[in-house]
């Protein structure tokens, strides 16, 4: 069975602090991807970033930045020089190959609500 | 980026009502989704669709139903409306990716009061 972990509820920060958010996995997969998306207060899920098992670059979109790690389980998203638009419950979720549509379904992180303070 | 939309937005209706909540992609995507999400909660899988004809139920029991007639449609049904169902409703489709997997990308959801 497949589990993502946010043990972050919620963090404050203060605008223009820096800010991790953390995602640790559990999959018998060896192949799966990991995804962040944010959900502002208006509702909708915007995607953020998909992450292949096989390639542990870490990735960097302006302030952004993803630090995979697969020898900790863990797919944590950095925020650099907050903004109060980034004010929004984050999630991180994992589905395995696509190899049938079992392994395609996603399985979400319970949310972490963040809020910059301005 | 897919586009997806939802309507309505905002739903505030009796108990016993009727209600369908719609979603309507563009991309030709072949599979849907319908997530469930409570407040400040996470999203749980209540329908999808691998295409036309095709639907199965999620990992969360759901009282509703779905149709895929048409690829680009997937309506949520409600026969009989209760409190219980007071949530949101997210509706997602896919677009296939390289390497097998694949990356949902949702509407902005229906919120369900049902009082």
């Known amino acids: 069975a497949q589990k993502v972990t946010q043990a972050q509820t919620e963090i404050s920060v203060v605008e223009k602090e820096d800010v991790t958010l953390d995602c640790v996995y559990e999959?018998?997969?060896?192949?799966?991807?990991l995804f962040w998306y944010k959900q502002p207060p208006s509702g909708e899920l915007v995607f953020l970033i998909r992450?292949?098992?096989?390639?542990?670059q870490n990735e960097i979109s302006g302030r952004y930045s993803w630090n995979f790690q697969k020898s900790t389980s863990s797919f944590n998203f950095t925020i650099t020089a907050s903004q109060v638009v980034d004010s929004a419950v984050y999630f991180c979720a994992l589905s395995g190959r696509g190899s049938n549509f079992g392994n395609e379904k996603l399985t979400f992180g319970t949310g972490t609500r963040l809020t910059i303070i301005p | 980026e897919a586009d997806i939309y939802q309507t309505p937005r905002y739903l505030v209706i009796g108990t016993g009502k009727k209600i369908t909540l719609e979603c309507s992609q563009t991309?030709?995507?072949?599979?849907m989704y319908w997530y469930q999400q409570d407040p400040g909660m996470e999203l749980h899988l209540i329908h999808y669709?691998?295409?036309?004809?095709?639907?199965e139920k999620g990992d969360l029991s759901s009282e509703s139903t779905v149709s895929r007639i048409r690829t680009e449609h997937f309506p949520l049904t409600l026969e009989s409306a209760r409190p219980s169902h007071t949530s949101q409703y997210l509706c997602a489709s896919t677009q296939q990716g390289a390497g097998g997997s694949d990356t949902q990308y949702f509407g902005p959801g229906t919120r369900l009061t049902v009082l």
């Open positions: 991309m030709g995507h072949d599979k």
């Open positions: 992450r292949n098992s096989f390639d542990e």
């Open positions: 999959t018998r997969d060896t192949t799966y991807y």
């Open positions: 669709s691998y295409g036309v004809n095709s639907t």
